[in-house]
């Protein structure tokens, strides 16, 4: 990775984009709630036209955030629009960006990023990056803040920018869940956000293929390390038996968490193009207990992410990348496992 920091200011960025006539918002690959949530905040929020391009797949779940109003495209071919400024949120690493890459590349002077991980790629020259804020949302939120717009729900604004913050949170259970996220949470459902009918749209959605799959995956569950760590790994098989899409795993990879002894959970499943990807997690520190950086994880894996969540594709079977996860953690921790 890069040296990844902040490279420009709050104010800086705010003139760039609000003096931008054509606007086009990107982020990683398959994204999430947080993702698509500051595309679409920005997007509603700004009062010049903005498109957004997304590399799919997009869940199910997510895809409900996007109203026909918005002007949003899904596609792995580069964008149509030519815009004059690119904003880039939720990443800052070129192998999250997939097909995207080439393209920002050869547009490289004029994109932005706002990121809240700690590590990634120079792809943006005037970026922020705060990990410090629980979601990229955050900082769609300052720079709306910046720009002297009211951030209300009338345009859904409101809407998308909670979705991001209460998905990155884990419905604000996980450590990142500071005073500043639940301040924000408060402004916004104070600005009309319906929480309860997010919370359904995310997490009461469930299919039976993805019951079926959750099974399988926890039955292939190991304990390694003297039982601190958990595997879980779904083959392609397990998708096409189950009927289950990859985009339905989201939350998968914390169930083990729930185990009394467990510090760090890992969930490996192969993709469509037989890349086997690797989520990580990790429980926060508590009196007495240990935590695992799996962010540290991840970066010998060639990924990245938090502290408590990262991510990494490994190319080779799921018996390869297993030995390569455990060896990775090995380094990392010293744990044999």
Partial sequence: MDAYETTTTWSE????????????????????????????????????????????????????????????HISDSDPEHEPDLIVLVDTGAWVQVGPLADWLRARRDRVVGLDHHPTGNDIAPDRIIDPSM?????????????????????????????????????????????????????????????????????????????????????????????GRLALMMLSAEDFTDSGALRSELDGLVNQPLSIEQVVAAFLLYV?????????????????????????????????????????ARVSGSLSVAREKLLAAIDEVMGTDG
């Fill in 13 to 72: 960025i705010a003139a760039r984009v609000g003096s931008a006539e054509r606007l086009l918002v990107v982020t990683h690959r398959k994204p999430d709630g947080d993702a698509l949530g500051s595309c679409l905040g920005l997007a509603r929020g700004l009062p010049q036209p903005v498109a957004v391009h997304l590399v799919g797949p997009v869940g199910s779940s997510v895809k409900q955030l996007i109203r026909a109003t918005d002007d949003v």
């Fill in 134 to 226: 629980a979601s990229a949302t955050m900082m769609v939120l300052r720079l709306l803040d910046e720009l002297g717009i009211v951030v209300d729900d009338t345009a859904g604004v409101a809407e998308a920018l909670f979705a991001g913050l209460a998905t990155d949170t884990g419905w604000f259970r996980h450590s990142n869940a500071d005073a500043a996220a639940f301040a924000m949470a408060g402004r916004l459902v104070g600005a009309g956000v319906e929480r309860d009918r997010l919370y359904a749209m995310f997490e009461e959605n469930a299919t039976v293929g993805k019951l079926a799959l959750e099974s399988r995956a926890l039955g292939s569950l190991e304990l390694a390390g003297d």
């Fill in 271 to 311: 993709e469509e193009d037989g890349v086997v990807k690797i989520s990580l997690r990790s429980k926060p520190p508590l009196p007495g207990r240990e935590t695992v950086d799996v962010s540290a994880v991840a970066g010998r894996l060639g990924g990245g992410g938090h502290v408590r969540a990262s991510g």
